[in-house]
């Protein structure tokens, strides 16, 4: 269980971006945080199974035709290059009107190499993105990008 509806409840976030890990990926979460007159960016997992499966399946299936923008981090005696993709086309996605003010939905995806060694570029990070309209392709690259980072030094 979680206490994040309780601690919604305690703040005012009306205008902000709520960002949280996917323990907090539930539709009633979500629900509170558009009653409350905020966006979203929430990590998803698992924990909603046949919405991480159709997602993961189609960014798989589809990569080569979603906008991507890298970025390459060279520390630690290693390379690890991360690709993030956002789609904000999902008309395809059964689930679509279960999750309030979905917008679309991020991926990562990063490769690591450590002294000439090349793991498998692997799916890392999936998100459910919110937002309302013009600043959302900026505000996207942003929230994966901090998320991201944020993640890999939580790994570390």
Known sequence: MTAVPELLDLIDVEGDIVTADAMSCQKKIVEKIIKKKADYAIGLKQNQPALYKDTEDYFNEFCDDI???STLDK??????KREYQLLTELSWL???DE???LKGLGCVKSTVTETMTTTIPHMSKLLLIWHTASALMKM??????IMATRWTKSRN
């Open 67 to 69: 906008p991507m923008k």
């Open 99 to 101: 999750w309030e003010g």
């Open 75 to 80: 520390r630690h005696g290693r390379i690890e």
């Open 140 to 145: 996207m690259w942003f929230c994966l990008w």
């Open 94 to 96: 059964e689930q679509k």
